[in-house]
Structures are given as C-alpha cells and as structure tokens.
T-cell receptor
C-alpha cells in the first residue's frame, strides 16, 4: 500500500522569507502523480502544485516550486517570498496513475510571521 | 467555472435523524468523491463515483449511503449516525480521463455535528 509521510507537523516562516515543507512517499508503482494541497482556516482544500512522476523537471507555480527526487521518493514544497495568506495546513498527496484513490500525508501547519 | 459547491455548510443532527449532504459541480468532471476529515487530520476517502458508477467504497458503514443521480450531482445520505461521525465532509471532483484526470477540486465542505 502506498503511504505518504510528512515529518514536520508545524513550520514557521517570516514574511518574505523562503520555507521548505518535506514529504516522502512509499510506492512500488512507476507511474504516479504527486500533489501539494493547501487548506487555510476556511477549510477549503486548494490545489497548489502537481508533479507527474514521469517528468524529470520540477514543477513550478509562481512562488511555489517542488524538489522531486524520484529515486529517494521525496517531494518537497518550497514557498518563496512567503505571504501572510500562505498560512495554512499543507497536505502532500499521492495518486497512482489511472487510479481514483488519492492518499494524503498527515499535513504540515505553516505559520507566517509578519 | 472551477467550483464545487456543497450544501449545507453546517448540519446538526440527532442520532435518529435522516439527512442528506449535497455536492454539485459544473466543470464536466466525470469522477466525484466523498471524504471525511476529522479535526487536524488529513481527509479520508469514503466513496468514489466514476462515470456515475460507484467505483470505490472504502469499507464505510452502511449508515452512510452515497448516490450519484447524474454526472454533476453527488449526494451522501445519512441515517442513524453516531457522535464519532461528527466531522467535515468534503466533496471533490476530477476529470474522468485525460491529462488532468488526477487533479481533484474540492468543495468547501459540510461541517456535521451528531448529537
């Protein structure tokens, strides 16, 4: 069974600084997708970024980028120029290609200090 | 329109009540999902409908009954719930196929309290 591990229950960053959230996963599949979702206090889950396992290039979305290390089964999220609105719970998620089942990590609560 | 809507936002029900949660999307997505989320925990998958057919049922108790009347609507019928069923219930949808098949879009959730 696939598992997703987020080893940092809480992280804190100063506004305008950079922070990296860690995620590791365990799978025997070769074709899969990885995601970072953000859940602010309003509780709506928002897709931040997506990475296809077959792509070597790391995904980037504005201030958000990932460091995808397939051999190490690592998928970290870097947030640059952190803003107060980035404060939220961040979930790493895994999904096998062609499968409807998505697995979430336990989450990392990010606090942004002004 | 990239929105998944859920009604009601909040629901309080007794253990003998029957109620329903509703989810709607108009993005043309053909897969829809129900998740249960307890406080400070990740979402847990309950059900998946793919092309209006139930494709995954994660051993959810029968007091939860999903229904997919059409490709835009997803209901969750609740009956004889227990206090431990109190949680945030999230609905999500995704394309049934294609390059964005794996991205799920979530609704704001229904906060359910069972008394």
């Amino acid at each position: 069974a696939q598992t997703v591990t987020q080893s940092q229950p809480e992280m804190s960053v100063q506004e305008a600084e950079t922070v990296t959230l860690s995620c590791t996963y365990d799978t025997s599949e070769s074709d899969y997708y990885l995601f970072w979702y953000k859940q602010p206090p309003s509780r709506q889950m928002i897709l931040v970024i997506r990475q296809e396992a077959y792509k070597q290039q790391n995904a980037t979305e504005n201030r958000f980028s990932v460091n995808f290390q397939k051999a190490a089964k690592s998928f970290s999220l870097k947030i640059s120029d952190s803003q107060l609105g980035d404060a939220a719970m961040y979930f790493c998620a895994y999904r096998t290609a062609g499968n409807n089942d998505m697995r979430f990590g336990a989450g990392t609560r990010l606090t942004v200090k002004p | 329109d990239t929105e998944v809507t859920q009604t009601p936002k909040h629901l309080v029900m007794g253990m003998t009540n029957k109620k329903s949660l509703k989810c709607e999307q108009h993005m043309g997505h053909r897969a829809m999902y129900w998740y249960k989320q307890k406080a400070k925990k990740p979402p847990e998958l309950m059900f998946v409908y793919s092309y209006e057919k139930l494709s995954i049922n994660e051993s959810v108790p029968s007091r939860f009954s999903p229904e997919c009347p059409n490709s835009s609507l997803l209901n969750l019928h609740l009956h004889a719930l227990q206090p431990e069923d109190s949680a945030l219930y999230l609905c999500a949808s995704s394309h049934g196929s294609g390059p964005t098949f794996h991205e799920q879009y979530f609704g704001p959730g229904t906060r359910l309290t069972v008394t």
